[in-house]
């Protein structure tokens, strides 16, 4: 099952916009992180995101966090064309032993 | 390069046959994970290896699939009498974070496709 609801499903920007994507999940967490997956590859990690922290930079990445609301926001500023992905947002809880996985937006950065 | 390897990257096979499917991690990494990603979905979890043992399985892991991990190192999964409804891209990642939910280092993949 999915824990996490990325919103919206589908996001198309020009280059040069901000991007923000949103993920609400339904439990208490450990961290929530946010990772990138090109169309047929494997995935890649971009930002941890702990339960007691509210914001986080990661060069044009910024994650916030609000765990009273269970929901977290990716902003990818300045975009480029090569942003062009597929973002899921996965949560880690205490006694699980593995992340789970939003169903993810698919970000699309026009030229 | 000394990231996640899977092979095979593409795998097309009738209903009915078995396959396998095989993971090397990241060397010094001791937490090896098996996922399922349907298209236009997220990764859903199956099973996770610490070492050689197998430490938890989702219920998404029927019968007809094994996974092994003999040595510490690589890992296989098996399917076998594939479905049609097995069809998905089959991910393998590593871990090495003390804690049990730390970032995970994927591979590229590997997409079975039953005719």
């Known amino acids: 099952s999915q824990q996490g609801e990325e919103d919206p499903q589908a996001l198309s920007i020009q280059e040069g916009e901000n991007a923000t994507m949103n993920c609400s999940y339904k439990t208490s967490i450990n961290n929530l992180q946010w990772y990138r997956q090109n169309s047929g590859r494997g995935l890649v990690h971009l930002i941890l995101i702990r339960s007691n922290e509210r914001e986080k930079h990661s060069g044009r990445l910024r994650v916030t966090l609000d765990t009273s609301k269970k929901s977290s926001s990716l902003l990818i500023t300045a975009s480029r064309a090569a942003d062009t992905a597929s973002y899921f947002c996965?949560?880690?809880?205490?006694?699980?032993?593995?992340?789970?996985f939003g169903s993810g937006t698919q970000l699309t950065v026009l030229p | 390069d000394t990231g996640v390897s899977q092979d095979p990257r593409h795998k097309i096979t009738k209903r009915g046959q078995n396959v396998t499917f095989r993971c090397d991690p990241i060397?010094?990494?001791?937490?090896l994970y098996w996922y399922r990603q349907t298209l236009g979905q997220g990764p859903e979890f199956l099973t996770y290896f610490q070492n050689e043992a197998q430490l938890e399985k989702s219920r998404l892991l029927s019968d007809r699939f094994s996974a092994e991990r003999p040595k510490g190192s690589f890992s296989t999964l098996e399917i076998q009498r594939t479905e049609q409804g097995d069809s998905a891209m089959y991910l393998c990642a590593s871990s090495l974070r003390a804690e049990w939910t730390g970032e995970l280092f994927f591979g590229e993949g590997s997409r079975l496709t039953v005719l």
């Open positions: 996965a949560t880690g809880s205490g006694s699980a032993r593995q992340l789970t």
């Open positions: 060397s010094e990494h001791n937490r």
